[in-house]
């Protein structure tokens, strides 16, 4: 190595932000509600890092990642650090609200549209790079927090995601946005030179786009983009990470290049042999993330211990890390009092897999004497949860063995279709919602009140009643032909069912950003899941009882449950996906036998799993449709089976969509203007479909003429008796007022468009 370092011995990738109890999320919201200004959400910010340094020094990190602090995403800090925020934004003179305008928006501009950050539940916003993008360098935020940092004390090492990943994940208005690495590697090789001035040692450089497949031609750029940033001595030593999979053939390339550290991720399926026989590893720093940075299982030790025994052969040294950022996962089980003690044993957030990491670089600096007693705990928790009965169900596990192949095929969807079209007698283009209403503030205050003990589960009962006899009544007023009871009693559409199903776990405190200040609270799905009792059945049915029209059971299919939900590790993930199903269907029998006549499935994370390899696609397809077909095969040819798509680029899934055999299936169709309509039919899709006719991400009221420009389009490449009508995704984030006139619009202009 020329590069002046010293190896570090444990580390991880990325820290979380939002901060222990949100405090950024509160101050960020202050500040855009004009409660509070930027010096006292950047006072906040401050604060929870000088915090997080602190812990992390006391934890005996001896090498911490800088930069990875965020006041919205990485990746649009990305886009700030290379002046390729969208020409829109740019007339905002203050820095701060430029930044939010282009995460979010504001009354004249658009936001940066966002999705998901590879296969994880956090969503990045996607970069625009247009040919009028001039690129150019600023690095004030990684400069400042550098000097912060170091002003602290701290072994700081700067993080910046990688040209490559940002522009694979940008979206170029022309062209291919990687045409452009040119313009940006000079640009990093400057900000390589103002950290090393600003006494950087290490800089980690995150490539998480090399897991996924690359072309011969850009496996070649990887190594050309590292030879050029890894020119000359002017700089710190570098760091590529690269997490979430397997880099498979992108490793060799970046190992030819004078980059001094490469970080893998040995928590995801990776040829560890492959790895240890690289010639090309040997002069390099192997940061090896054994502690799993997205999950929140504890490590087992031992062998993570046999793994970085096995990389010590082949690389020049091993760092000890978490596999990826740990702003997957929640800070710290700290808080968690609620969880029973056995699970709680088997668990590790944040702070604790820290912990883990310093005990594996000990134990593999130092020998396993040094760390007997972690060691021994370790032991014994895998031990209690191998035991531990939740975890193997027999009941569950005999009725699934015992489903024979034709347990999830129902009849031929025509057959199907004849029967419930006599049953339902429903008029052509029939009208109809995704099922959540408005989430009123008296839901909330009923929620928060049953949580403090203000009011008992009879009152609350009764308020959620008297909210679903009012979307009940409403829809009614509006003419909707099949009707939904409005979701109230819904806090999340996971959680609510996880919390009612054996084999999950609730936490009290373990948020997880999602997006922005958006955070989440994934239940903790720890062993064979089993339905106690019915547990839709009450709201629907009373729903049900107040009118004639069909009120439809709102179910969350299996994948949707798993993808929002940290999972077990110890059986393959299709195998949950199955006890999920079943639980399901058990739901949607007794429903059916409440006389519940239309019964809709949601699986709007269908694909989000998907994974980040083409070769591991169709697995996952095979096994994701399977267990839908298994939680909704088991009504009668009478019963309608629904189910809801969102959040996607339905591209990679159109296949797996044809082949869930719903009888009706509700799509986000708006912002692409019907096109999936084309792709189905291209699928040979022909069952019920309801492309949503008006996006609700937006509150803006459509008007009748827009809708039935929708419906025309729709009608275009679906005859009318299969087309649905319905808006895009489920009401609840929107106002009482948009939603009664935008669905009077939406009724009025399919009932003009009947044949
Ligand atoms: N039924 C859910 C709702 O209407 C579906 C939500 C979703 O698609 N994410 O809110
Ligand atoms: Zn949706």
């Known amino acids: 190595?020329?590069?002046?370092?010293?190896?570090?011995?444990?580390?991880?990738?990325?820290?979380?932000?939002?901060?222990?109890?949100?405090?950024?999320?509160?101050?960020?919201?202050?500040?855009?509600?004009?409660?509070?200004?930027?010096?006292?959400?950047?006072?906040?910010?401050a604060d929870l890092r000088e915090a997080q340094y602190a812990e992390l020094t006391a934890a005996g990190l001896d090498s911490i990642p800088v930069g990875t602090f965020s006041y919205y995403d990485q990746v649009l800090d990305t886009a700030v650090l290379l002046g390729a925020l969208p020409e829109r934004v740019a007339g905002i003179a203050d820095p701060l609200d430029r930044y939010f305008a282009a995460a979010r928006g504001n009354d004249s501009v658009e936001p940066l549209e966002m999705t998901k950050w590879f296969d994880t539940?956090?969503?990045?916003?996607?970069?625009?790079?247009?040919?009028?993008?001039?690129f150019s360098l600023?690095?004030?935020?990684?400069?400042?927090?550098?000097?912060?940092?170091?002003?602290?004390?701290?072994?700081?090492?700067?993080?910046?995601?990688?040209?490559?990943?940002?522009?694979?994940?940008?979206?170029?208005?022309?062209?291919?946005?990687?045409?452009?690495?040119g313009e940006l590697v000079p640009l990093y090789r400057e900000l390589l030179r103002k950290l090393a001035a600003a006494g950087a040692e290490w800089v980690q450089?995150?490539?998480?786009?090399?897991?996924?497949?690359?072309?011969?031609?850009?496996?070649?750029?990887?190594?050309?983009?590292?030879?050029?940033?890894?020119?000359?001595?002017?700089?710190?030593?570098?760091?590529?990470?690269?997490?979430?999979?397997?880099?498979?053939?992108?490793?060799?390339?970046?190992?030819?290049?004078?980059?001094?550290?490469?970080?893998?991720?040995?928590?995801?399926?990776?040829?560890?042999?492959?790895?240890?026989?690289?010639?090309?590893?040997?002069?390099?720093?192997?940061?090896?993330?054994?502690?799993?940075?997205?999950?929140?299982?504890?490590?087992?030790?031992?062998?993570?211990?046999?793994?970085?025994?096995?990389?010590?052969?082949?690389?020049?040294?091993?760092?000890?890390?978490?596999?990826?950022?740990?702003?997957?996962?929640?800070?710290?089980l700290e808080p968690e009092t609620g969880l029973d003690a056995r699970l709680r044993a088997w668990l590790a957030f944040g702070a604790e897999k820290v912990a883990e990491v310093r005990v594996l670089a000990t134990g593999l600096h130092q020998g396993t004497e040094a760390i007997a007693d972690e060691l021994a705990a370790a032991r014994a928790a895998a031990t209690s949860r191998t035991e531990d009965p939740r975890l193997a169900d027999a009941q569950v596990r005999a009725r699934l063995a015992a489903l024979g192949p034709d347990a999830a095929r129902r009849a031929p969807a025509d057959e199907r279709r004849a029967v419930q079209?006599?049953?339902?007698?429903?008029?052509?283009?029939?009208?109809?919602?995704?099922?959540?209403?408005?989430?009123?503030?008296?839901?909330?205050l009923a929620r928060a009140a049953l949580r403090k003990g203000e009011i008992d589960e009879a009152e609350y009962t009764a308020r959620m009643r008297s909210e679903i006899a009012d979307v009940v009544a409403l829809q009614e007023k509006l003419g909707l032909d099949v009707l939904v009871h409005g979701e109230p009693e819904r806090n999340d559409m996971v959680q609510y069912f996880a919390e009612q199903l054996d084999g999950f776990a609730a936490t009290e405190n373990g948020w997880v950003q999602s997006y922005g200040t958006r955070c989440v609270r994934p239940p903790i799905l720890f062993g064979d899941v089993a339905r106690r009792a019915p547990m839709t059945v009450d709201w629907i049915t009373y729903a049900q009882s107040l009118t004639d029209k069909p009120v439809?059971?709102?179910?969350?299919?299996?994948?949707?449950?798993?993808?929002?939900?940290?999972?077990?590790?110890?059986?393959?993930?299709?195998?949950?996906?199955?006890?999920?199903?079943?639980?399901?269907?058990?739901?949607?029998?007794?429903?059916?036998?409440?006389?519940?006549?239309?019964?809709?499935?949601?699986?709007?994370?269908?694909?989000?799993?998907?994974?980040?390899?083409?070769?591991?696609?169709?697995?996952?397809l095979d096994w994701s449709v399977e267990s839908f077909r298994l939680a909704t095969s088991g009504v009668s040819d009478a019963t309608q089976i629904h189910t809801h798509l969102c959040y996607s680029e339905f591209g990679e899934v159109i296949d797996a969509i044809a082949g869930l055999d719903a009888d009706v299936t509700s799509i986000e169709a708006a912002r692409s203007h019907m096109e999936v309509l084309d792709d189905l039919n291209a699928a040979g899709f022909d069952l019920g479909v309801g492309p949503g006719v008006y996006d609700i991400h937006s509150p803006r009221v459509p008007s009748v003429e827009e809708i039935t420009v929708s419906l025309r389009a729709a009608l275009k490449a679906v005859p009318a008796e299969r087309l649905w009508v319905n808006p895009d995704c489920g009401l609840k984030t929107r106002g009482q007022a948009e939603v009664e006139a935008s669905l009077a619009n939406l009724v009025e202009a399919a009932r003009a468009a009947r044949p």
């Open 138 to 181: 600023h690095p004030e935020k990684l400069l400042d927090e550098l000097a912060e940092a170091r002003g602290f004390g701290v072994p700081a090492r700067p993080v910046v995601v990688g040209p490559i990943t940002f522009l694979k994940l940008a979206k170029a208005t022309e062209g291919a946005a990687l045409d452009r690495l």
């Open 205 to 332: 450089i995150d490539e998480p786009s090399l897991v996924t497949d690359l072309t011969d031609d850009e496996i070649a750029l990887v190594r050309s983009t590292y030879t050029e940033l890894t020119a000359g001595e002017d700089r710190p030593a570098v760091l590529v990470a690269t997490y979430f999979g397997d880099p498979g053939p992108a490793l060799a390339a970046l190992a030819g290049t004078d980059v001094e550290g490469i970080a893998l991720d040995f928590t995801a399926p990776i040829e560890l042999s492959a790895v240890a026989s690289l010639p090309a590893l040997a002069g390099k720093l192997l940061v090896a993330g054994v502690v799993d940075g997205r999950n929140v299982w504890r490590a087992n030790l031992d062998d993570a211990l046999t793994t970085l025994g096995t990389l010590l052969g082949s690389a020049g040294g091993v760092a000890v890390s978490s596999s990826c950022s740990l702003l997957h996962v929640p800070y710290s």
């Open 552 to 620: 439809k059971g709102m179910l969350t299919g299996p994948v949707t449950i798993l993808a929002w939900s940290f999972v077990r590790d110890d059986q393959p993930l299709g195998e949950s996906a199955r006890q999920v199903a079943l639980a399901i269907r058990d739901e949607t029998v007794d429903l059916q036998s409440a006389g519940i006549r239309i019964i809709q499935v949601d699986e709007p994370a269908l694909r989000e799993l998907l994974p980040l390899r083409a070769a591991d696609q169709p697995a996952y």
């Open 121 to 134: 539940n956090y969503h990045y916003l996607v970069p625009e790079i247009g040919p009028d993008t001039v």
């Open 421 to 444: 079209q006599a049953r339902l007698n429903l008029p052509p283009l029939p009208t109809t919602t995704i099922g959540s209403y408005p989430q009123t503030s008296a839901i909330r």
């Open 1 to 45: 190595m020329t590069v002046s370092q010293t190896p570090f011995t444990a580390t991880v990738l990325g820290l979380p932000r939002v901060g222990p109890r949100r405090e950024l999320k509160r101050a960020t919201e202050s500040y855009w509600a004009g409660r509070i200004d930027a010096v006292a959400l950047h006072r906040v910010a």
